[in-house]
Protein backbone atom coordinates (compact mmCIF):
# COMPACT_ATOMS: atom_id res chain seq x y z
CA UNK A 1 0.00 0.00 0.00
CA UNK A 2 2.84 2.40 1.03
CA UNK A 3 4.43 1.83 -2.53
CA UNK A 4 1.29 2.49 -4.28
CA UNK A 5 0.87 6.00 -2.36
CA UNK A 6 4.19 7.13 -2.96
CA UNK A 7 3.95 5.92 -6.89
CA UNK A 8 1.04 8.19 -7.20
CA UNK A 9 2.67 10.62 -5.18
CA UNK A 10 5.68 10.01 -8.05
CA UNK A 11 3.31 10.04 -11.06
CA UNK A 12 1.61 13.67 -9.35
CA UNK A 13 4.69 15.16 -9.29
CA UNK A 14 6.02 14.44 -12.06
CA UNK A 15 2.44 15.36 -14.34
CA UNK A 16 2.94 18.84 -12.03
CA UNK A 17 6.76 19.24 -14.00
CA UNK A 18 5.28 18.37 -17.31
CA UNK A 19 2.96 21.08 -16.90
CA UNK A 20 4.93 23.34 -15.82
CA UNK A 21 7.67 22.51 -18.44
CA UNK A 22 4.80 23.05 -20.86
CA UNK A 23 3.30 26.12 -19.90
CA UNK A 24 6.94 27.63 -19.30
CA UNK A 25 7.66 26.75 -22.83
CA UNK A 26 4.25 28.49 -24.58
CA UNK A 27 5.71 31.52 -22.53
CA UNK A 28 8.97 31.42 -24.18
CA UNK A 29 7.34 30.66 -27.39
CA UNK A 30 5.05 33.98 -27.10
CA UNK A 31 7.79 36.23 -25.56
CA UNK A 32 9.57 35.10 -28.77
CA UNK A 33 6.53 36.04 -30.70
CA UNK A 34 6.27 39.36 -29.13
CA UNK A 35 9.72 40.46 -29.27
CA UNK A 36 9.42 39.55 -33.30
CA UNK A 37 6.52 41.60 -33.57
CA UNK A 38 7.46 44.65 -31.94
CA UNK A 39 11.02 44.57 -33.79
CA UNK A 40 8.94 44.42 -37.22
CA UNK A 41 6.95 47.47 -35.83
CA UNK A 42 10.09 49.26 -35.49
CA UNK A 43 11.27 48.66 -38.59
CA UNK A 44 8.14 49.47 -40.31
CA UNK A 45 7.19 53.12 -38.13
CA UNK A 46 10.82 54.41 -38.31
CA UNK A 47 10.69 55.52 -42.00
CA UNK A 48 7.10 56.43 -41.06
CA UNK A 49 7.98 58.79 -38.34
CA UNK A 50 11.55 59.83 -39.95
CA UNK A 51 9.39 61.16 -43.09
CA UNK A 52 7.10 63.22 -41.08
CA UNK A 53 9.64 64.46 -38.74
CA UNK A 54 11.59 65.55 -42.05
CA UNK A 55 8.79 67.12 -43.19
CA UNK A 56 8.56 69.82 -40.45
CA UNK A 57 12.08 70.69 -40.83
CA UNK A 58 14.10 73.83 -41.98
CA UNK A 59 16.39 73.06 -44.82
CA UNK A 60 19.35 73.45 -42.47
CA UNK A 61 17.92 70.68 -40.13
CA UNK A 62 18.22 67.94 -43.15
CA UNK A 63 21.25 68.61 -44.56
CA UNK A 64 22.51 68.08 -40.61
CA UNK A 65 20.52 65.03 -41.18
CA UNK A 66 18.47 65.69 -37.63
CA UNK A 67 15.99 63.77 -36.21
CA UNK A 68 13.92 66.13 -34.66
CA UNK A 69 13.08 69.56 -35.77
CA UNK A 70 13.76 72.53 -33.55
CA UNK A 71 10.36 74.20 -34.16
CA UNK A 72 8.42 72.41 -36.64
CA UNK A 73 7.53 73.94 -40.09
CA UNK A 74 4.57 73.48 -40.86
CA UNK A 75 4.43 76.11 -43.49
CA UNK A 76 6.29 72.72 -45.16
CA UNK A 77 3.16 71.78 -46.60
CA UNK A 78 1.69 74.70 -47.62
CA UNK A 79 4.74 75.38 -50.04
CA UNK A 80 4.97 71.85 -51.38
CA UNK A 81 1.09 72.06 -51.95
CA UNK A 82 2.04 75.24 -53.95
CA UNK A 83 4.99 74.34 -55.66
CA UNK A 84 4.09 70.82 -57.18
CA UNK A 85 0.53 71.82 -58.26
CA UNK A 86 -0.77 69.00 -55.60
CA UNK A 87 -4.35 70.89 -55.89
CA UNK A 88 -4.59 69.72 -59.79
CA UNK A 89 -2.65 65.94 -58.93
CA UNK A 90 -4.98 65.47 -55.69
CA UNK A 91 -8.65 66.32 -57.65
CA UNK A 92 -7.20 64.28 -60.61
CA UNK A 93 -6.50 61.64 -58.28
CA UNK A 94 -9.96 62.03 -56.47
CA UNK A 95 -12.20 61.48 -59.62
CA UNK A 96 -10.08 58.59 -61.11
CA UNK A 97 -10.06 56.55 -57.69
CA UNK A 98 -13.90 57.55 -57.23
CA UNK A 99 -14.78 56.34 -61.03
CA UNK A 100 -12.37 53.17 -60.28
CA UNK A 101 -14.21 51.96 -57.12
CA UNK A 102 -17.78 52.28 -58.85
CA UNK A 103 -16.31 49.98 -61.61
CA UNK A 104 -15.02 47.64 -59.50
CA UNK A 105 -17.46 47.68 -57.04
CA UNK A 106 -19.90 46.88 -59.75
CA UNK A 107 -18.17 43.88 -61.85
CA UNK A 108 -17.05 42.12 -58.14
CA UNK A 109 -20.73 42.31 -56.54
CA UNK A 110 -22.08 40.91 -59.83
CA UNK A 111 -19.37 38.43 -61.02
CA UNK A 112 -19.12 37.47 -57.09
CA UNK A 113 -22.53 36.74 -56.40
CA UNK A 114 -22.86 35.14 -60.65
CA UNK A 115 -19.77 32.72 -59.37
CA UNK A 116 -21.01 32.23 -55.86
CA UNK A 117 -24.94 31.71 -56.28
CA UNK A 118 -26.09 31.09 -59.21
CA UNK A 119 -25.04 27.15 -61.27
CA UNK A 120 -23.60 27.68 -64.89
CA UNK A 121 -22.38 25.44 -67.24
CA UNK A 122 -18.76 26.20 -66.86
CA UNK A 123 -18.82 27.96 -63.63
CA UNK A 124 -15.79 26.01 -62.13
CA UNK A 125 -13.22 26.26 -64.87
CA UNK A 126 -13.83 29.74 -65.72
CA UNK A 127 -13.38 30.89 -61.91
CA UNK A 128 -9.99 28.63 -61.89
CA UNK A 129 -8.93 30.42 -64.52
CA UNK A 130 -10.52 33.89 -63.52
CA UNK A 131 -8.12 32.91 -59.88
CA UNK A 132 -4.94 31.86 -62.10
CA UNK A 133 -4.97 35.57 -63.42
CA UNK A 134 -3.73 36.45 -59.41
CA UNK A 135 -0.11 34.42 -60.66
CA UNK A 136 0.17 36.79 -63.20
CA UNK A 137 2.35 39.79 -62.76
CA UNK A 138 1.00 43.38 -63.50
CA UNK A 139 4.10 44.48 -64.71
CA UNK A 140 3.24 41.73 -67.91
CA UNK A 141 -0.28 43.16 -68.41
CA UNK A 142 0.97 46.75 -69.27
CA UNK A 143 1.84 46.31 -72.62
CA UNK A 144 -1.35 44.61 -74.15
CA UNK A 145 -3.60 46.77 -71.82
CA UNK A 146 -1.30 50.20 -73.65
CA UNK A 147 -2.06 48.26 -76.97
CA UNK A 148 -6.31 48.33 -76.03
CA UNK A 149 -6.47 51.98 -74.29
CA UNK A 150 -4.33 53.23 -77.94
CA UNK A 151 -7.15 51.22 -79.36
CA UNK A 152 -4.44 49.21 -81.49
CA UNK A 153 -5.89 46.14 -81.09
CA UNK A 154 -9.93 46.64 -81.30
CA UNK A 155 -11.14 49.94 -82.25
CA UNK A 156 -12.13 52.53 -79.10
CA UNK A 157 -15.18 55.24 -78.76
CA UNK A 158 -13.11 58.78 -79.39
CA UNK A 159 -10.16 56.88 -81.04
CA UNK A 160 -7.04 57.05 -78.46
CA UNK A 161 -7.72 56.73 -75.00
CA UNK A 162 -4.70 58.17 -74.16
CA UNK A 163 -4.05 61.26 -71.31
CA UNK A 164 -7.56 60.55 -70.43
CA UNK A 165 -9.89 59.44 -67.75
CA UNK A 166 -10.89 55.89 -69.04
CA UNK A 167 -7.13 54.93 -69.50
CA UNK A 168 -6.52 55.66 -66.18
CA UNK A 169 -9.61 53.73 -64.39
CA UNK A 170 -11.20 51.15 -67.07
CA UNK A 171 -8.27 48.74 -66.52
CA UNK A 172 -8.45 48.61 -62.99
CA UNK A 173 -12.35 48.03 -62.47
CA UNK A 174 -12.34 44.45 -62.35
CA UNK A 175 -9.67 42.46 -59.78
CA UNK A 176 -9.73 38.44 -59.46
CA UNK A 177 -9.07 39.01 -56.27
CA UNK A 178 -11.72 41.33 -55.23
CA UNK A 179 -14.01 39.02 -57.39
CA UNK A 180 -12.65 36.00 -55.11
CA UNK A 181 -13.48 38.02 -51.78
CA UNK A 182 -16.54 38.64 -52.40
CA UNK A 183 -17.32 35.26 -54.16
CA UNK A 184 -16.79 33.24 -50.52
CA UNK A 185 -18.52 35.86 -48.68
CA UNK A 186 -21.91 34.68 -51.39
CA UNK A 187 -21.27 31.09 -50.78
CA UNK A 188 -21.80 30.99 -47.27
CA UNK A 189 -25.13 32.95 -47.05
CA UNK A 190 -27.55 29.58 -46.33
CA UNK A 191 -29.58 28.48 -49.05
CA UNK A 192 -32.61 28.39 -47.07
CA UNK A 193 -32.87 32.59 -47.82
CA UNK A 194 -32.84 32.07 -51.53
CA UNK A 195 -35.32 29.41 -50.87
CA UNK A 196 -37.68 31.97 -49.02
CA UNK A 197 -37.05 34.50 -51.27
CA UNK A 198 -37.85 31.86 -54.44
CA UNK A 199 -41.20 32.02 -52.44
CA UNK A 200 -42.04 35.38 -52.28
CA UNK A 201 -41.18 35.51 -55.86
CA UNK A 202 -37.80 37.17 -55.74
CA UNK A 203 -35.31 36.82 -58.87
CA UNK A 204 -31.57 37.03 -58.18
CA UNK A 205 -31.29 40.82 -58.99
CA UNK A 206 -33.86 41.25 -56.02
CA UNK A 207 -32.16 38.57 -53.61
CA UNK A 208 -28.74 40.38 -54.46
CA UNK A 209 -29.80 43.61 -53.95
CA UNK A 210 -32.45 43.38 -50.72
CA UNK A 211 -30.62 40.13 -48.80
CA UNK A 212 -26.74 39.99 -49.91
CA UNK A 213 -26.12 43.24 -50.22
CA UNK A 214 -27.45 44.66 -46.73
CA UNK A 215 -25.46 41.65 -44.92
CA UNK A 216 -22.30 41.88 -47.01
CA UNK A 217 -21.29 45.61 -45.68
CA UNK A 218 -17.74 44.51 -44.17
CA UNK A 219 -16.88 42.31 -47.19
CA UNK A 220 -18.08 45.18 -49.09
CA UNK A 221 -15.41 47.79 -47.38
CA UNK A 222 -13.03 45.41 -47.48
CA UNK A 223 -12.91 45.62 -51.71
CA UNK A 224 -13.15 49.15 -51.58
CA UNK A 225 -10.13 49.46 -48.85
CA UNK A 226 -8.27 47.79 -51.25
CA UNK A 227 -9.61 49.57 -54.11
CA UNK A 228 -8.93 52.49 -52.97
CA UNK A 229 -5.28 51.72 -51.89
CA UNK A 230 -4.15 50.64 -55.14
CA UNK A 231 -5.78 52.99 -57.63
CA UNK A 232 -4.33 56.15 -55.32
CA UNK A 233 -1.11 54.35 -54.93
CA UNK A 234 -1.17 53.95 -58.72
CA UNK A 235 2.35 55.49 -60.36
CA UNK A 236 3.89 53.65 -63.34
CA UNK A 237 0.42 53.25 -65.23
CA UNK A 238 -0.76 56.39 -64.77
CA UNK A 239 3.23 57.63 -65.84
CA UNK A 240 3.35 55.05 -69.12
CA UNK A 241 -0.43 56.48 -70.85
CA UNK A 242 -0.09 60.02 -69.66
CA UNK A 243 2.13 62.58 -71.06
CA UNK A 244 0.51 65.46 -69.98
CA UNK A 245 -0.52 67.22 -66.73
CA UNK A 246 -4.53 66.95 -67.73
CA UNK A 247 -5.26 63.89 -65.55
CA UNK A 248 -1.84 63.12 -64.02
CA UNK A 249 -2.65 61.46 -60.55
CA UNK A 250 -0.85 62.48 -57.09
CA UNK A 251 1.71 59.89 -57.22
CA UNK A 252 2.95 60.92 -60.46
CA UNK A 253 2.71 64.65 -59.68
CA UNK A 254 5.08 63.79 -56.49
CA UNK A 255 7.06 61.75 -58.84
CA UNK A 256 7.70 65.07 -60.74
CA UNK A 257 7.88 66.98 -58.04
CA UNK A 258 11.23 64.82 -56.83
CA UNK A 259 13.21 66.02 -60.22
CA UNK A 260 11.88 69.92 -59.43
CA UNK A 261 13.05 69.70 -55.59
CA UNK A 262 16.21 68.77 -56.06
CA UNK A 263 18.20 68.77 -52.74
CA UNK A 264 14.84 70.46 -50.51
CA UNK A 265 14.09 66.93 -48.67
CA UNK A 266 11.78 68.59 -46.41
CA UNK A 267 9.28 69.63 -49.34
CA UNK A 268 9.59 66.13 -50.25
CA UNK A 269 8.65 64.59 -47.37
CA UNK A 270 5.79 67.01 -46.93
CA UNK A 271 4.46 66.29 -50.29
CA UNK A 272 4.69 62.73 -49.01
CA UNK A 273 2.89 62.75 -46.09
CA UNK A 274 0.05 65.09 -48.35
CA UNK A 275 -0.46 61.62 -50.31
CA UNK A 276 -0.33 59.47 -47.43
CA UNK A 277 -3.19 61.36 -45.40
CA UNK A 278 -6.01 60.17 -47.80
CA UNK A 279 -4.96 56.59 -47.03
CA UNK A 280 -4.78 57.10 -43.55
CA UNK A 281 -7.76 58.22 -43.06
CA UNK A 282 -9.72 56.09 -44.97
CA UNK A 283 -8.05 52.96 -43.07
CA UNK A 284 -8.81 53.91 -39.94
CA UNK A 285 -12.75 55.02 -40.90
CA UNK A 286 -13.29 51.16 -42.42
CA UNK A 287 -11.03 49.87 -40.23
CA UNK A 288 -13.54 47.83 -38.15
CA UNK A 289 -15.53 46.42 -41.19
CA UNK A 290 -11.94 45.44 -42.89
CA UNK A 291 -11.14 43.25 -40.11
CA UNK A 292 -14.45 41.84 -39.87
CA UNK A 293 -14.94 41.23 -44.30
CA UNK A 294 -11.10 39.58 -43.61
CA UNK A 295 -12.39 37.01 -41.00
CA UNK A 296 -15.65 36.35 -42.67
CA UNK A 297 -14.73 35.96 -46.07
CA UNK A 298 -12.02 33.47 -44.51
CA UNK A 299 -14.26 31.70 -42.65
CA UNK A 300 -14.93 29.37 -46.18
CA UNK A 301 -11.98 26.82 -47.89
Not at 40 to 59: D, E, H, K, Q
Request: proline share 5%; aromatic share 12%; glycine share 8%.
Amino acid sequence: MASLTTGLEKSQSEGKGVRKFSRGSRTGNQSLVYIILIIGAVLALVPFFWMISTSLMSLGETINRKWLPAVPQVANYIQAWNEAKFARYFWNSVIITSVTLIGLLTTSILAGYAFGRINFKGRNAIFAILLSTMMIPETITWLPNLMLVRGTIIPLPGGSWLNSLQALAVPFMANAFSIFLLNQFFAQIPHELWDAAQIDGANHFRFLTQICLPISKAPIMTVLLFGFIGSWNAFAWPLLVTTRETWRPLMVGLWTFVSEAGPETHLLMAGAVITLIPILVIYFLTQKQFTQGIATTGLKG
